[in-house]
Structure formats: C-alpha cells, structure tokens
C-alpha cells in the first residue's frame, strides 16, 4: 500500500513541487520514496513494502524501454495469472511485483488494461510517447484518488493534503459539496469540500491528453440481469467456495497479515475463511466500549475462540476520543462517519503487530445489511399503487405512539412509513437515508446558503421511476456505487493509512460481488432480517449466537459523548460568535436543535456532529 502523486502538463517548479506533494504522503508508505520526471510530466510515490521487499520494488516502475510509467496504490491479486499470460507473450520482468505487470499490461492492451485487474487499486500511468496519462480507481473505490486542473496542467494524489501542497491552488469552498456533506455525512465523488478539487469515482479511469482534454469512462458496472435460479443451499455452497479462493489470493504478503473482527456476520466469516485456508492463530483485532450497549467485543471474544485465534482487544473511552479535529487530520474535508475515530484507534492496535489487515467491508452492500435494504424490500411488496400505499403510510405515521420519534426502532419504522409515502425511488432513499430532507434544509440553512444550493439534488445517482417501476436489488447497486466507495472505503482506507496499515476487503471481489448481484432479493433479506445468506453461513459456522445477533454496526456513543465529554468543545466551537459555519446554518435552529439534544427530547447526534466537523473544517 502506498502514497502515489505527480503532476502532467507545464507548471512552474513542477518536480520540487511533485516532490513536496509526495512527502505529504510519507505515513501512506513510510518504507521508501521515489521521483521520476520529464519534459511533460513528473511522479512521486511513496511504499509501503508488502510484496518483494527488495529494492525491485521501487517505484515510479517502468518497462523495459523506460517509455511507459506507473506509480501505483494497491494491490493486484490476479497478477500470477497475468504475469504468466505476459511472459508467454515476449514481456520481461525484473521483480516479484504486481506493479510491474501494469506497464506490460497497457502495453498489450492499451487503455483497457484496468478491466483484466482483479484487486483495490489507484494508479497514475504516464505513457512519454504518447504524451498521455491515466487515471484509474478500482471497481469498488477501495483506494481513494483525488485530481486537479492548473492551467494546463493536472495534478493528481492519494490524499487532498498532497494537493493541497500547490500554493497556487483555490481554498474556497464548494457549496454543493456543504449541502451533500449535511445532507448525508459525507462527500461523494466527484465533489470534494474544495471547488477546485475532484474526487475520481470508483471503477473509472481519467486520460489526459497532451492537447489538455481530460476524458473520464467508466469501465465496469454490476449486471443488471435477470436473478438467478438457485437455492439457499447452492447459494451458501457458492458464496463459501468463492471466499475461501479470494482468501487464499489475499493472505498471499511478505509480511504478518490480520483481521479487524467487529464479532459481527461479516468480519466473522473473514476470520473463518483466513483460518481454514492455512491462517491458523492468525491476529484478530477488536476495540469495545465502556457503554455496553456499543461493545463488541463479548461476541468477537467468541469467534476468536471458535478459530483459535490470537485477539488483541482495546477498551476506548470518551476521554480518548475527545479531539474530532483529529478526523480532519486525516480527511481534510468534512467527514462526520463517527466510526471514523474508533476505525483510526483500531488500526492503530492492528498495526502494533500487522502490516495488513482484513475487514468485512462490503458484506452489508452485497447481501443486504442495511435498514433501506429492508424498506426497499417492502417497498417492492407494497408498491400496489401510489395514492393507496401513500395514503396507508400516512394514516399509519398518525396512529404511532407520541414521544416515540428518536429512539432507534421507532425511528426504522418512521422513516420507512416516510419512504413508503413517497412518489418515487429518488425521493424515497432521500427519505430513508438522509439526515435532512428538503424542508429541514430549509429551516437550518441560512437564507443566502439554501437560495445557493435549494435546486441541488444530494442524489442524482437514484432514479426517479416511480415506486415499483424499478427492481428494488438497483437501490442494493445504487448504494454500493457511493457509500461504500466514498465514505465506508474512504475511511477504511484514511484511517488504517493514516498508521500505515493496508486494509484489504475479501468481499469486494468482482467475481464475488457480480454473484451477489445475481441473487434474488429473498436470499439477502427474509421478513425483516437483512443478510439472510450471510447469517445461514454464519449458524453453520459458529451457531445460532452469531448468526442470529442484530446488526450493531461499528460506531461510538457519541449522542451521550455530546452531552458529557464533547459538550464543552462543541458549545465553544458551534456557539463562538465567530463561528465560521453561521454562513451555512442559522444559529437560531442549531441552538434549538442543541437544547433538544441535551435534555434528551431528541437525538440529534447525526446533525449536531456534522455541524462541528464543518466548523472545524472551516476553520482550517
């Protein structure tokens, strides 16, 4: 896992810059560094050595003539089967790398060359005859990439903060990217919090070309077909076979290998799998609460025993937790996942002992763990006509008990009714999904701020077929395509970098991920259970304890850490007169909204964290 930037086209002091840009980067690959430049454009790479130690390994890498050159981030599980299609057909190798097999690849197949990849990866490829380079991300976006234009020139790099090095870059916000930010917590691709800054979505690749043009394709989607016949027991007989093969591609390193366990179905199954494969008393990593009801670590306790392996566990408290800035260290743009700290210290155990570490990533996605899977479902089953399922939501919203509105499971059913009364896919997912809809919009932003953004659209990746006009398994696709790759594997990624661990996600295989997609809904969601296929591998496994356990999800107490620990430093940030985020939100509704949250009328943790994370940010 590495750190990779560079910059294409004229820009005065170029190379001193790439080279600045590159030791921004330096906790991304602590283990060695590497420029390369000509006349039209220069590298920079940062390594952290997990294949071939050895000098070899350096990079930018080129081919055998030094006319075509990549600096890459991540790694290639299929690259045995492509170096030996290579050979056979005249290419040379100098190292064990799965780098090098890039350059070779392009050679052969030109621009196409990332659909034969099998793996997570963000690659720069520079070909000097050409004149032309390529930007690429993975399937699922498990390796981030960020890009800019200068003039003539583009720059590129793993992380915002390398960019960010270019004085002569604009700072200025992006306000479309504030109000998706409070909109959903996140930013996806291909906004960023800065307007001059773009975010390069997953499965896509950008060529920029000698005359200047920037072209950007995507080179992959999930199929759409028809679901396949098959049982629940071939299913589970598939999924399993499938993941022992990606197990035994991705233990493969030169150095020690982990497991991030939660003790949920995802990561449980991770474990199982890495330790029938040959992973015998292979590392587990586990962090847990001192509010009961966020720990953990009882159940991952259990499936660490169950395989015989080695776990490590750390207890966090508020007081470990008490600085969010730390987040935007890592970021540099408003993020408000508030696993997002706890992801951070867990890396941190994991790296003590392990260069790589796998994860459950992509389980939840893939086989239906969230709750909007469940409302889709439904949906589908309810969807019997739009004035009668509208008008049987809101009599069903009026007869719900009083006081009820903020508590998790009523909050499930609420938000649900909510969708279910919606006139189409777009707005329904809005409804589920989101923090604010457009009227809380309206009464939080500030007058100049919402006439700015009112006609954005925080989801103009969603259809807006009316509900039952469309397959509810899209809504399953539409959320993979950017909360897994632009918040759930833009943290993963941040946080376990940000120590100089590689994370690897066994159930983001292509292979594994276009199966899932093949199944019918009723394998991934049965009544109102999500991962239906999942939790009958893991009874099989480990029994009924972690089959059968609600989905906890990996997060902290910070709906109570705002009321203790964190109040002070929040009063003093949302509060100050100075603050910077009264250009965004009025401080009349924020106020209300922080009385409410404090004497426990409502939980307003999503919206309260969001707003300090942008205050911190706009401080910056």
């Keep these: 896992m590495c750190g990779i930037a560079g910059i294409a086209g004229r820009l005065d002091d170029r190379d001193a810059l790439v080279r600045v840009m590159t030791r921004r980067l330096a906790h991304r690959g602590p283990d060695d560094e590497g420029f390369w430049s000509s006349e039209s454009c220069a590298l920079g790479h940062r ?17 055998e003539d030094g006319t075509v050159l990549v600096t890459f981030n991540g790694e290639i599980y299929n690259f045995a089967e492509l170096r030996a299609q290579l050979e056979t057909a005249g290419h040379r190798f100098r190292s064990r790398t799965d780098t090098e097999v890039l350059v070779h690849l392009y050679e052969e197949r030109g621009e196409d060359f990332v659909v034969a990849l099998r793996g997570m ?44 090095a270019c004085p002569a870059l604009s700072r200025e ?29 997953a499965a896509t ?15 992959w989607n999930p199929s759409d077909g028809e679901p396949r016949l098959i049982t629940l027991g071939e299913a589970a007989e598939e999924v399993d076979s499938q993941l022992r093969r990606v197990m035994r591609e991705q233990l493969v390193s030169d150095v020690p290998v982990g497991v991030l366990l939660s003790g949920g179905i995802d990561s449980s199954l991770v474990l199982a799998a890495a330790s029938d494969e040959g992973a015998k ?24 025993a169950a395989v015989g392996a080695k776990h490590h566990v750390q207890t966090v408290r508020a007081d470990d937790l008490v600085e969010p800035s730390k987040i935007l260290d890592t970021f540099d743009e408003p993020f408000a996942d508030v696993a997002a700290l706890p992801t951070m210290v867990l890396s941190s155990l994991a790296r003590e002992r392990v260069k790589v570490a796998l994860t459950g990533d992509g389980g939840d996605e893939l086989f239906g763990g969230y709750q909007h899977h469940l409302v889709a479902h439904w949906m589908a089953r309810l969807a019997f006509g739009a004035k009668p399922r509208a008008a049987m939501a809101r009599h069903a919203l009026r007869l719900l008990p009083p006081g ?29 999904r989101s923090t604010l809809d457009h009227s809380a919009r309206e009464k939080l932003y500030s007058p100049d701020f919402y006439a700015e953004v009112a006609r954005s659209d925080p989801y103009p990746f969603v259809s807006a077929s009316p509900l039952g006009d469309l397959d509810p398994a899209r809504l399953f696709r539409v959320a993979g395509d950017y909360v897994l790759a632009d918040q759930l594997l833009m943290k993963s990624d ?14 983001l295989d292509v292979p594994l991920a276009e199966f899932a997609a093949s199944l019918p809904i009723d394998l991934k969601v049965r009544g109102f259970h999500g991962k239906h296929l999942l939790r009958f591998l893991a009874a099989r496994r480990f029994g009924r304890e972690v089959s059968r356990r609600k989905k906890q999800g990996f997060t902290m107490p910070v709906d109570r850490w705002l009321r203790d620990a964190l109040r002070p430093l929040a009063e003093d940030l949302l509060f100050s007169p100075n603050a910077r985020l009264q250009a965004y939100v009025r401080a009349t509704t924020l106020a209300s909204l922080w009385r409410a949250h404090q004497e426990e009328r409502a939980d307003h943790r999503r919206i309260l964290w969001a707003c300090l994370m942008l205050e911190l940010w706009l401080r910056r």
């Design 47 to 63: 390594r952290l050595s997990i294949l071939d130690l050895s000098p070899n390994g350096h990079q930018p890498m080129a081919n």
């Design 121 to 164: 990866f963000a690659l720069a490829l520079w070909d000097e005859r050409r004149r032309r380079l390529l930007l690429a991300r993975d399937h699922f976006g498990q390796k981030p990439l960020f890009w800019a234009r200068l003039g003539k020139a583009i720059l590129f790099a793993s992380e915002i903060k390398a960019l960010l």
């Design 173 to 201: 916000a992006d306000p479309d990217a504030i109000d998706t930010f409070l909109t959903l917590q996140f930013i996806p691709a291909p906004l960023t919090g800065y307007r001059s800054i773009r975010r390069l979505s």
């Design 205 to 219: 690749v950008l060529a920029f070309e000698g005359d200047g043009e920037v072209r950007l394709h995507r080179y």
């Design 281 to 304: 008393g292979i590392d587990a990593f586990s962090i847990g609460f001192e509010e009961t009801a966020y720990d953990e670590v009882p159940h991952a306790r259990h499936v660490a």
């Design 404 to 432: 009820i509105r903020f508590r998790s499971t009523w909050r499930l059913i609420r938000r649900s009714l909510e969708a279910l009364g919606q006139p189409d896919w777009r707005t329904a997912t809005t409804a589920m």
């Design 494 to 507: 941040l946080s376990s970098m940000t120590v100089g661990l590689e994370c690897r996600s066994p159930f």
